[in-house]
């Protein structure tokens, strides 16, 4: 399968499991769309990048600047909003990096 196409399933994945807690908090639409078509566009970026760190980090490493403008938006009433997506970046955004180094390799 294409390195892309199998990226992208991926972070169809990783945002379904991201959405998972949104969706049983009672978030809004718009916040759980946003939430999985990041995941979408972080796993695309992963595979497509040619930084030179380990695949756990390389993953972290994007879905945190991808996450970046929202995160004003999430922090701007209150900062302490941004703590549970943090963590979610971090443990989602390895994890996607470990996978699509693990099962995606470059012909």
């Known amino acids: 399968m294409n390195r892309i196409i199998a990226a992208l399933l991926f972070g169809i994945l990783v945002g379904i499991l991201d959405v ?20 979408i566009v972080v796993g695309f970026f992963i595979a497509t990048t040619k930084i030179k ?3 756990v980090l390389k993953g972290i490493l994007i879905a945190l600047l991808v996450l ?3 995160a ?3 922090a701007w ?3 302490l909003n941004l703590i549970p ?14 996978l699509i180094e693990k099962f995606c390799k470059e012909k």
Do not use: E, H, R, Y
């Open 68 to 70: 970046l403008p929202s």
């Open 85 to 98: 997506v943090l963590i979610m970046t971090l443990i989602l955004g390895g994890l996607l990096g470990w």
């Open 53 to 55: 760190l380990a695949p």
């Open 77 to 79: 009433k209150n900062p």
């Open 72 to 74: 004003f938006i999430i």
């Open 20 to 39: 998972i807690p949104m969706v049983l908090q009672g978030l809004t639409w718009d916040a759980n769309l946003s939430a999985f078509f990041l995941w």
